[in-house]
Nanobody, 123 residues
Framework: QVQLVESGGGLVQAGGSLRLSCAASGNIFKINDMGWFRQAPGKQRDLVATITSGGSPNYADSVKDRFTIDRDNAKNTVYLQMNSLKPEDTAVYYC?????????????????WGQGTQVTVSS
């Protein structure tokens, strides 16, 4: 079993900053891509940013130049630094990871999700 545990959400005023963290634990052979998605009320879950195991990031246009994703492979943790926050950034933020697990039948790859953390930006 694998768990992704997020932290760092909260309430912040527009223009402020927050840093989200997500730590993976459990039966982990290797972690491939990690990322952050968000879902506002009544809307679909959208990609915010992803990062490869080698550290190459990818961002949604709406967060470029404001958000930074990075990861610590030794700690199986991904971070999202969010600056210049806007009210439209308000959403539940979910961490995701593509994880390879070793079993007696071989190595299998599966996507895991965190439980979500609320980010609220007031105007």
């Amino acid at each position: 079993q694998v768990q992704l545990v997020e932290s760092g959400g909260g309430l912040v005023q527009a223009g402020g900053s927050l840093r989200l963290s997500c730590a993976a634990s459990g039966n982990i052979f290797k972690i491939n891509d990690m990322g952050w998605f968000r879902q506002a009320p009544g809307k679909q879950r959208d990609l915010v940013a992803t990062i490869t195991s080698g550290g190459s990031p990818n961002y949604a246009d709406s967060v470029k130049d404001r958000f930074t994703i990075d990861r610590d492979n030794a700690k199986n943790t991904v971070y999202l630094q969010m600056n210049s926050l806007k009210p439209e950034d308000t959403a539940v933020y979910y961490c995701s990871a593509e994880i390879q697990q070793e079993t007696r039948l071989g190595i299998f790859r599966r996507d895991y999700w965190g439980q979500g953390t609320q980010v609220t930006v007031s105007s």
